[in-house]
């Protein structure tokens, strides 16, 4: 598809562009490049949003049916294995995708100014096409080298571009997330093999162990085997969710697994944030829903309490964490920490509410995250500063970045209205119905309570402290040395317009994401219920 | 099956490649003494014009034609190589003239050719690129002793690099046990010279009189497990071995034979405990050498073990399992562990890339293991049968792709060699700022050797990992407590790799962060010879990590022509 092929390709031949020049022609390319790359991601934005018209907008619920792909394709890549070139959108992927496209462009106006830009938009390009590598592939191996592909830009936007101990932030980013990536592998590797050789069509795909890697068939399999018992047999099911779950939770990422998380996101660049917390966060989720949801409904069902500790965890230990940042950017990291709780709580509540609450959330969250830290990026922009202390009474010179972060908090801890909102209220819509209709204690609900008022606090509280405080008599920062308090530029009000637009229409039109998202889960529970591996209920 | 006998028609056509290297190294010997050289008749004063020695031509006296020679020389035995495999060769057995009891010396199928590709192939590029490394005085011009001497010296390098080369050729070729020492020798004794080459520098000759003690002793007790194994069976041909081991082989005569003779490989593949001469030789050779020995001499140790454990003492075909079994999967284990974690603890770069030489050497003993772990029966030929056939083509194809990316990564230790010093972590400091290119090639070598997709590093570690799964899970296994043990390497071997990435990733933290050191911030000496074979690694790291299905083709046919024996 050539999504994948072309910010990859694009990204490659503007870094060969400028590979080799010196300083001075690196500096006057900066501009053709910036300007190249912009129209690029503008043109591969203008293609998805088509994409969604022609493709998704009118669907019916049976198009958006489980494990039924659009603009599905597929070519040999090393036949000898079973490997494939395949590609295909859901209801899962494609609004992953848009974002992914969205946010490119967004990414590059919020980060215009940006030092060494001629390798600095290149970079953001490949990232992107690594991303929607991921989204789209569906295949075991293609997912498997997208989802490490993504490490290496990101390694590098952090090293090159990164704060003061970004040689720490990305070794420690690659590290932690390889480490969970080649157990997932080995989880991957050891079912691509136990699933029974030959399967169906009585030749032997043609290749040296007779198995496939696509994903699709893997899927029919497993649902097939699920009717009767376990696919793969009861332990060995336990056993390969946990290895899949442990890559994707630590990419997700999930208390305990999340100390990765603050560092990167402290020391990343702006977009490299913007672009991490937007679309590469979901990486996690969206695994999960593609591989181990898909193919291992027993074991969810039997790992759902554990599911909901991990969610209910990384919820509220994120929330109370974030109340004792004195750091912005790392504030923002800890509370997107807390938001991925959400994602859980919603998938372990296994109500179609709950999972499509849990892909808005990973869309709403997209929006909203590269928001939050497009505004902490500005903050440092301008007044060299991350301490939540450091500048106060925004609102008095710095009317622009003032109201832009109002704006962003505000729809992070989840005003009616915005986009987040909507995921909010549908997870805690869905957890209440499945507390009642379990028979759980109605204790569980304590937790998602405490958050809001917890996310309010600390919200509020640090806005109280840059925004209102001290209006008259303020004191520029030490940072500052003395300049003049700029507000922000206005390729930085343009990005925040953006996605402050975006995040309005996803929080009043809901229905133009969330309905196939709806669809998709209603269609994945009526298939389960049907076939007889869940049993009835919602 | 062909059968020829030796210096018949087929035997010159079968064995192109080494007759080819043997002209080389004819023309190596020859030509650059080709001068205007007369002989005087005793007596009169007729003076015939022989040719050699006297003045010399002033290209034969070019210090660069020796490097020539033998890069186009192994260039072209890599090409006939390459041509025979693309042709479809058949297997061609030399067998010695003795009507009678004609004994099989070599065989020519395509198992053999992937390893003279990996030997040739390596050693092109590392002849290549010496051209580089190796100091070269002035062309033309007055030249003093010393530097005629150096000029001269050049040849002797590359005669011990086609040396190298033919030996390991013959290594891949043999069928009789004898004859494959004969050929390890010969290698053997051509990089314990080509390591302490560097005569200029204490480390260099430090190295290779380690590297030679250490390498001798293995090879004495490998020849002594040899006498001991022709003592048991009174032959040193694999069919005999074979049938004789099959027969009656848990015994102490043999076993310890075996045991004695897998000492000798194992330090040629510098698994542990036999490996703690790898890194002293690694860090004192000349870069170009080190990536041989951490290539093709780690190859052609490989070649001994295959044979030794899987067509000698091959794996029990009622139990799945092998005598050698759980001692060479302790061996697997300890090997990529120890080679992992002592790399972590070195700043040296040359000799962090020799343990992580160790590691790999760990993660391909562990895909032996997996192949000795596999039930031989005959009942799942063509389902579970593919197991071992896809742990071997792996093997083969690590083995073949990571000429590229071990060979490169030591290539450009090489030009920070030729511009001063390379045994520091420091010394690749700011190799983005001098030179961006190299610092990329670099980072590729260190993540493809890290195992990141897309590159071949992945594509090579992920078969050996699937193929050792294949074998763990088997058929029918539903829980873990069903799985083979050798499954539990697997996960041995992705938490190395994952310690691993931390070494590899410091290397480009260094590359790309930190300043070079004092008086090195210039650029980095010239050289197209030695940056053309980097371009190559890279190209080849790259385009087999994404497009490299018919080379894997390549790598199962050749497997198939080894199971065929089996």
Request: aromatic share 12%.
């Amino acid at each position: 598809m050539q999504l994948v092929g072309f910010p990859v390709v694009a990204g490659i031949v503007l870094l060969a562009f400028v590979s080799n020049t010196n300083k001075s022609a690196h500096d006057r390319l900066s501009n053709p490049i910036r300007m190249a790359s912009l129209a690029f991601s503008l043109g591969l934005f203008a293609y998805t949003t088509a994409m969604f018209f022609e493709v998704f907008a009118n669907i019916t619920s049976d198009g958006l049916a489980f494990n039924n792909y659009k603009l599905h394709d597929s070519y040999e890549w090393f036949p000898a294995l079973g490997i494939h070139w395949t590609v295909g959108l859901d209801a899962l992927s494609f609004p992953m995708v848009w974002l992914t496209t969205f946010l490119l462009p967004v990414t590059i106006i919020a980060t215009w100014h940006e030092k060494n830009g001629a390798t600095y938009f290149p970079t953001l390009l490949l990232m992107g096409g690594a991303l929607i590598g991921v989204f789209v592939s569906l295949d075991l191996f293609m997912f498997y080298v997208f989802w490490e592909l993504t490490l290496i830009p990101m390694f590098f936007l952090i090293l090159n571009w990164g704060g003061k101990d970004r040689k720490y932030a990305s070794q420690k980013f690659f590290i932690y997330t390889f480490t969970a990536s080649v157990v997932m592998l080995l989880g991957l590797v050891t079912l691509y093999l136990m699933q029974p050789d030959q399967i169906g069509t009585g030749g032997k795909y043609g290749t040296m162990t007779g198995r496939t890697f696509d994903i699709p068939t893997l899927v029919e399999h497993a649902t097939a085997a699920n009717q009767n018992g376990w696919f793969m047999g009861e332990s060995m099911q336990k056993v390969l969710f946990v290895m899949l779950m442990l890559g994707f939770l630590v990419k997700l990422p999930a208390v305990p697994f999340h100390t990765w998380l603050p560092d990167a996101h402290v020391q990343a660049p702006t977009g490299g944030s913007m672009l991490l917390a937007g679309v590469m966060l979901k990486m996690g989720a969206y695994g999960m829903f593609r591989l181990p949801l898909s193919m291992f409904p027993h074991a969810l069902q039997h790992f759902q309490l554990a599911l909901m500790i991990f969610g209910m965890v990384s919820l509220v230990w994120g929330a109370i964490v974030c109340l004792g940042q004195t750091n912005l950017k790392k504030m923002v990291a800890y509370s997107s920490v807390s938001h991925m709780g959400v994602i859980l709580i919603g998938i372990a509540t296994m109500q179609p509410m709950g999972w499509a609450a849990a892909l808005f959330m990973m869309f709403a969250h997209g929006i909203i995250s590269p928001m939050l830290f497009a505004v902490c990026g500005a903050f440092k922009h301008h007044y060299h500063s991350m301490e939540i202390g450091a500048m106060r009474g925004m609102a008095k010179h710095s009317p622009w970045l003032a109201t832009s972060m109002m704006f962003a908090w505000m729809a992070s801890l989840g005003l009616p209205l915005l986009a987040g909102f909507v995921a909010e209220l549908m997870m805690l819509i869905a957890l209440w119905y499945f507390i009642d209709l379990e028979g759980w204690s109605v204790l569980w609900m304590v937790g998602p309570a405490l958050v809001l008022a917890l996310t309010a606090a600390y919200y509020l509280w640090s806005m109280q402290r840059t925004i209102f405080e001290g209006g008259d008599e303020t004191q520029p920062p030490a940072t500052l040395h003395g300049d003049v308090i700029p507000d922000i530029s206005n390729e930085e009000k343009l990005a925040m317009l953006i996605l402050a637009g975006f995040t309005i229409l996803f929080g009043v039109l809901p229905w133009i994401g969330l309905d196939m998202m709806d669809d998709y889960c209603r269609t994945f529970f009526e298939h389960m219920i049907s076939n007889g591996i869940f049993k009835g209920g919602a | 099956m062909e059968t020829t006998q030796a210096f018949s028609t087929e035997f010159y056509t079968a064995l192109r490649p080494e007759l080819l290297l043997f002209a080389g190294l004819l023309a190596l010997i020859i030509v650059p003494n080709l001068g205007k050289g007369t002989f005087r008749i005793p007596g009169t004063q007729i003076r015939l014009p022989w040719f050699m020695g006297g003045q010399r031509y002033s290209l034969t006296s070019n210090p660069h034609l020796p490097a020539w020679i033998a890069t186009i020389t192994l260039t072209g035995a890599f090409i006939a190589v390459a041509d025979s495999l693309n042709g479809g060769l058949d297997s061609i057995s030399v067998v010695s003239s003795d009507a009678d009891t004609a004994k099989e010396l070599l065989m020519v199928n395509g198992f053999s050719r992937v390893f003279e590709l990996i030997f040739f192939g390596a050693l092109a590029l590392a002849s290549f690129a010496s051209m580089n490394r190796l100091k070269v005085e002035g062309v033309g011009g007055k030249l003093n002793a010393e530097q005629l001497y150096n000029n001269r010296r050049q040849a002797d390098f590359y005669i011990l690099m086609l040396t190298c080369g033919l030996g390991m050729s013959v290594v891949a070729l043999a069928q009789d046990l004898f004859v494959l020492f004969i050929g390890l020798e010969l290698a053997s004794f051509s990089t314990y010279v080509l390591v302490a080459f560097l005569k200029e520098s204490k480390a260099g000759a430090e190295a290779g009189m380690k590297y030679f003690i250490v390498g001798s002793v293995a090879s004495g007790v490998g020849l002594y497990g040899l006498s001991m194994l022709y003592l048991w069976a009174g032959s040193l041909q694999f069919d005999v071995l074979a049938a004789e081991f099959a027969l009656t082989g848990v015994e102490p005569l043999p076993l310890i034979g075996i045991g004695f003779v897998l000492v000798g490989f194992g330090f040629k593949v510098s698994a542990a405990p036999f490996h703690f001469a790898a890194p002293d030789a690694y860090a004192g050779a000349s870069s170009p050498v080190a990536g041989v020995l951490a290539t093709a001499s780690k190859a052609m140790g490989m070649v001994g073990l295959i044979r030794m454990l899987l067509i000698v003492a091959a794996p029990d075909a009622s139990d799945g399992s092998a005598v050698w079994l759980v001692c060479l999967g302790a061996l697997a284990a300890l090997t990529m562990t120890w080679g992992n974690l002592a790399a972590l603890g070195s700043t040296n770069p040359k000799r962090m890339l020799a343990y992580s030489s160790v590691a790999h050497a760990g993660y391909m003993l562990a895909g032996l293991t997996a192949i000795g772990a596999w039930t031989w029966d005959p009942s799942f030929a063509g389902s579970e049968g593919e197991a071992a056939l896809l742990v071997m083509t792996a093997l083969l194809f690590h083995l073949l792709v990571l000429v590229a990316f071990k060979l490169g990564a030591f290539l450009v230790l090489s030009i920070l060699e030729s511009d001063g010093d390379a045994s520091r972590l420091s010394s690749l400091g700011g190799l983005a700022k001098r030179e961006p290119l190299l610092a990329f090639a670099m980072f590729i070598f260190m993540i493809s050797l890290a195992g990141v997709p897309p590159m071949a590093g992945f594509l090579s570690k992920l078969m050996v990992i699937m193929g050792i799964v294949n074998v763990g899970v088997g058929t029918g296994a539903t829980s873990l407590g069903d799985f083979h043990w050798v499954w539990w390497l697997a996960l041995l071997m992705v938490l190395n790799s994952a310690v691993s990435v931390f070494y590899y990733l410091r290397i480009a933290v260094v590359m790309f962060f930190e300043q070079p050191e004092e008086g090195r911030e210039g650029p980095l000496p010239s050289g197209w010879q030695v940056r053309t074979s980097i371009l190559i690694c890279v190209l080849a790291t790259v385009l087999i990590g994404v497009f490299g299905d018919s080379l894997l083709e390549m790598c199962r046919t050749a497997a198939e022509s080894l199971t065929t024996n089996w």
